[in-house]
């Protein structure tokens, strides 16, 4: 994270992004921080302050020009980097990720699955070939993978993480409900569905 910006900012910036797109798809050419901000239920001032945090972008009383702004905003999340994933763990969530089909207009692409259930191996899912995890090396070296996802049991999770790293990715996206120890120099986002969930359950409860 740069110095002097929050993650809550960071964390609002793909908001931002999807937003954009929407409104780009509707054909909107010109957007106000304040229909942003009904569109998110977030500030106008907020989305200001946020914007303001890396540049100047929009004209005062005129509002954003939404394709110049979701292109800026990209350009700071390094969207334009077509990031490489590898998939690790081709079970259900794993497969449902590997047939998600918005990766590609985020600027991601999956590239290599891997497993090391034998009966995977081989198989086929959405056009790629699932690798023995025990190649990952060679896998990861041929597909100039970035980033590695970990979609494996939580007992699993560490060593997984370990061989992505010693096979040369740059970051790691983790699904498996444990903490990861990780090198400083890897960023690091785990998404841990069982919590969502449950702070759904508590709102619910609350009613």
Do not use: C
Request: no cysteine; aromatic share 6%.
């Amino acid at each position: 994270m740069k110095k002097g910006i929050s993650q809550a900012t960071i964390d609002r910036l793909p908001l931002y992004f999807r937003t954009l797109q929407l409104a780009a798809d509707e054909q909107l050419q010109i957007i106000s921080s304040d229909e942003l901000g009904r569109r998110l239920d977030i500030t106008p001032e907020q989305i200001r302050k946020d914007l303001a945090t890396f540049g100047q972008f929009g004209r005062k009383g005129i509002g954003y020009d939404v394709h110049e702004l979701k292109e800026n905003i990209g350009k700071i999340l390094g969207l334009p980097n077509r990031w490489r994933l590898a998939i690790v763990g081709v079970g259900h969530l794993g497969g449902a990720l590997a047939n998600y089909v918005n990766f590609s207009s985020l600027g991601f692409s999956v590239v290599a699955l891997l497993d090391k259930n034998k009966s995977l191996v081989g198989t086929r899912v959405n056009g790629l070939t699932v690798n023995d995890a025990s190649k990952m090396k060679r896998v990861v070296a041929a597909n100039e993978v970035d980033i590695g996802v970990i979609t494996v049991p939580a007992d699993e999770a560490q060593g997984v993480a370990d061989a992505l790293i010693a096979a040369g990715v740059k970051g790691i996206w983790n699904f498996a409900p444990t903490k990861l120890n990780v090198p400083s120099t890897i960023p690091l986002v785990n998404e841990d569905l069982s919590i969502g969930l449950s702070t759904l359950s508590y709102h619910m409860s609350q009613e």
